[in-house]
């Protein structure tokens, strides 16, 4: 389906569409590890790759000088306060019995805690907002290369999934996607708010990226070489063709897509040896016995929150990676363009489609559902101008046609969804069954 792409429209346009189904497979594997090794079901999915995609700004994003000197002070003193009532408030919990002493105590100090919190942080805020807003606002990064977010994303989700874990595990299961989509939007609530760290709705652009740009590309002797050798003309005509320095152009964009993909099919392959020697493996076998009865495994002295707990972090890490990649392939951080639709929703598709519990199906899941979420609209549109010489030109039915072709994906969706849950309920490549 790639290759016709590629000869039909453009083979950037299906590298692209390569690089993203890359990118969800991550997405989708991590969800598999949640949802097909140990049966939770994982609602914000969206959380675990905004908290990436903004470790990537954190990490590879210069540092803003003026920021952290007018701000950098009253940070400093937030973060000793929170500190500090943290200490008060675990030695109380220590001296004291339980009782009305002991919460009146510690109501008490996280009053006085949060009281000087606010004013610090109320402080730190609007003066770091306040730096040229239109370019910066907010606090910048470590200056790092990108290519270290990767792995920093996945750190970064990973304790976000150990706080939500430590808060709704342990829940009923609808309980459990409530409170994850519930804590998913609020994570993107902060992110579209919170200016001094993300720049909010203002965005973040202008990232690193750890492959070549198209216009150093452009001016290297090397390519330019291989592009006139390719085409067979001398350096001297390259220059006066315009179709040939379009081509030149054409051919960077491919260069440098060629190499996100090389990038994401290493981390593709990383984490889908390690997830299937992981399932195969007797800690596998275990998070699958606590899936399919968990008072059976309960009764065997296995700690069931415990395990899901950790099954929850690992799966969370794997999204966050992919959300650290995802930022690295657009360059900018988007806080508006999370979306349960985009980052929630879709991935389950991908794993029920693929087959739950099955590591390759999963890519191979993200794959189908990524391409025709993408070629719906395209190919709906051609459709439509293909048969328009049944109708007249300006037929009521064909301009409503090209109207509603880019909701077709909705449509085909679901129409996948269903065809898949009807003949095959276990997906395209189901669980191998370990008897």
Not at 70 to 96: M, N, R
Not at 154 to 160: K, Q, T
Not at 259 to 286: D, E, H, K, Q
Not at 383 to 403: A, G, R, Y
């Amino acid at each position: 389906m790639l290759a016709v792409v590629g000869f039909g429209q453009s083979w950037n346009v299906a590298l692209a569409i390569l690089n993203l189904c890359l990118i969800s497979s991550v997405m989708s594997m991590g969800l598999n590890i949640q949802w097909g090794y140990a049966g939770l079901f994982n609602a914000g999915v969206m959380a675990s790759t905004a908290i990436g995609g903004l470790t990537a700004v954190l990490i590879s994003h210069m540092p803003v000088s003026k920021a952290w000197s007018v701000g950098g002070t009253s940070l400093f003193a937030l973060i000793v306060f929170l500190i500090l009532t943290l200490s008060v408030v675990f030695f109380i919990f220590k001296i004291f019995k339980r009782g009305r002493k002991r919460s009146f105590s510690i109501a008490l100090v996280i009053l006085i805690g949060y009281v000087f919190m606010r004013f610090y942080y109320d402080q730190a805020t609007f003066a770091i907002e306040q730096v040229e807003p239109a370019k910066t606002g907010f606090l910048g990064g470590l200056g790092l290369p990108i290519i270290f977010s990767w792995a920093a994303g996945g750190f970064a989700a990973a304790g976000l999934a150990w706080i939500i874990g430590r808060i709704s595990l342990g829940l009923r299961s609808d309980y459990f996607a409530i409170a994850t989509l519930g804590i998913s939007e609020i994570m993107i609530s902060i992110l579209k708010n919170e200016d001094w760290l993300s720049r909010g709705v203002k965005n973040v652009t202008g990232l690193s990226r750890p492959v070549p740009y198209e216009v150093d590309l452009l001016q290297s002797e090397w390519f330019i070489n291989m592009v006139t050798w390719l085409y067979g003309v001398t350096d001297g005509e390259i220059v006066k063709t315009d179709v040939l320095r379009e081509e030149m152009q054409l051919s960077a964009g491919v260069i440098v897509k060629l190499c996100y993909s090389g990038l994401f099919l290493i981390v593709v392959l990383t984490i889908l040896i390690f997830a299937v020697r992981a399932l195969n493996s007797p800690w596998g076998r275990m998070m699958r016995a606590i899936r399919d009865n968990e008072t059976a495994a309960s009764a065997m002295g296995k700690d069931v929150t415990s395990r899901h707990r950790q099954v929850f972090i690992i799966g969370s890490a794997v999204i966050g990676i992919a959300g650290a990649m995802l930022t690295t392939l657009d360059g900018q951080f988007t806080p508006g363009s999370y979306i349960p639709l985009r980052f929630t929703f879709l991935i389950w598709i991908m794993v029920i489609l693929g087959g739950s519990g099955n590591n390759l199906g999963a890519i191979i899941g993200a794959f189908i559902t990524w391409f025709v979420w993408i070629e719906a609209e395209p190919a709906s549109l051609w459709l439509v101008e293909n048969i328009d010489f049944f109708f007249t030109t300006n037929s009521p039915l064909i301009l409503h046609l090209k109207e509603v072709a880019p909701h077709m994906r909705m449509i085909l969706m679901g129409l996948m969804l269903l065809l898949v849950l009807r003949f095959m309920p276990k997906g395209i490549l189901p669980e191998k069954s370990s008897s």
